[in-house]
């Protein structure tokens, strides 16, 4: 569904991205996982064409979507929850999820989705009128997450989903990104948190400062002797 | 002062407030979403009352008729300067748009002293707005009656479009983070031109209503109130609608009643704006209605 080949980025001088293969097949969940700095923002950001590419090809569904621009990538079904979720606090969950079904005119569809998302998240369903900003971590990673439903994407792409969440949130969070998956939506997923991405991922990536180092299903990773010692804190 | 002629300032007042809150939205408008002071917004007000003119005179159109095109004109012009003065500049420091933003201002009024002429031109007063209307012993010109009627009309309707349409949202959820915004497929060009096209339509409103209070025409005639709505957007909050509409009213009444009760001090009439201004920014730098918003990282 997404591939890509041989993926540079420089900031000024700096390489984040030495040329990566990335291959995501549909309806599967991929993840990548490094450590701070490798290069997995990056990675996100050049898909859906936020940071600019030096080198390198990307394709999906078989077309080449290199160099476009980020409104028509997100409109033909890629979407990005960035890191730190970014939604929008000055405005309502209910805005929220308008904004992230923007491009749908369609009112009929629009709240099927908008059903849809209430049925995933009950809890956004009793908040609908409440100013996002109040919201805790947790909550705000669920509208991020609903937010994007709402575009209803193909490939659902996750900048540290867990970040700065209690582990009990992030268990639930992780459920919710398994059962999105599972309702037919490709998920690419960075995390630093490796165990919990490896866990349900069924392919996983890893990324050392610009280069992937290592390939596998989930479960080889997992049990990987350098992936353990090195993000998984296991001698 | 007897009590006909404290109506008299006091309806003074109102029309010159809603004049002020009508340009103030435009400012603050474009810095939610741009970071930006438009300094041009003072001479897009301008053009509007010199477009609604030659639509009048030169044209012959009806009043109505002619005020809208002045409008939709001068809209178009408000999302022409946008984009060839803002735009190429998006990615650029912000003081590189606010120096294009002067630019355009001295554009705008060095063209208007070549085009239009540099002497004062008297606004055609449509008959309706021109009429003295005695209530009770106090007599109005009726275009102080209609410039708030107008200004609240106007501003149901931006409060509408700003807070129950999805163009609204975008605008809104620009003001805090334009990437984001990008991610869900938000054309965020087009919604910085929606911008400037609501701001500027606005100002035409007020230049045209200003033309009808005031009616002489003049190319400099957008600076000075300008400045004072963009200080009552600061006033305001700058950045928050309702703030800028209280900023202008503030504004308009401490210079008229106080022109109004210490008559000596009319020479200094413009200076208000600016001391409100400075006080202001030393008591309650965020504005009267300007809020810090708790963010949860």
Known sequence: MLKIEGLTVNYGGIKALKGIDMDVP??????????????????LRSVVGLTKITSGKIYYQGQNITGKNTVDIVRSGIVLVPEGRRIFPNLTVYENLVLGGYCEKNKKIFDERLE???????????RLKQKAGTFSGGEQQMLALGRALMANPKLLMLDEPSLGLAPLIVKNIFEIIQTINKSGVTVLLIEQNAKAALEIADYGYVLETGNIVLKGSGVELLSNENVRKAYLGIA | MNIESFFQHFSNAVSLGSLYALIAIGYTMVYGILRLINFAHGDIFMLGAYFAFYCLTLFMMPW?????????????????????????LRNSPKVSVLIS??????????????????????????????????IAGISIVSVNFFIPIIAIICLIALMYLVNYTKTGMAMRALSKDHEAARLMGIDVDRVISYTFGLGSILAAVGGIMWGMKYPQLYPLMGLMPGLKCFIAAVVGGIGNIAGAVVGGFVIGFIEIMTVAFVPELSGYRDAFAFILLIIILLVKPNGIMGEKLAEKV
């Open chain 1, 116 to 126: 849809h998302v209430c049925t995933v998240f009950p809890r956004l369903k009793e």
């Open chain 2, 101 to 134: 933003a002067i630019g355009v201002s001295f554009l705008l009024e060095s063209l208007g002293v070549v085009i239009f002429g540099g002497i004062q031109k008297a606004f055609p007063i449509p008959d309706i707005f021109g009429k003295v209307v005695v």
């Open chain 1, 26 to 43: 549909e309806g599967k969940i991929i993840t990548l996982v490094g450590a701070n700095g490798a290069g997995k923002s990056t990675t």
């Open chain 2, 64 to 88: 109505w008729v002619g005020f809208i095109v002045a409008i939709g004109l001068t809209a178009c012009f408000g999302i022409l300067i946008e984009r060839v003065a803002y735009k190429p």
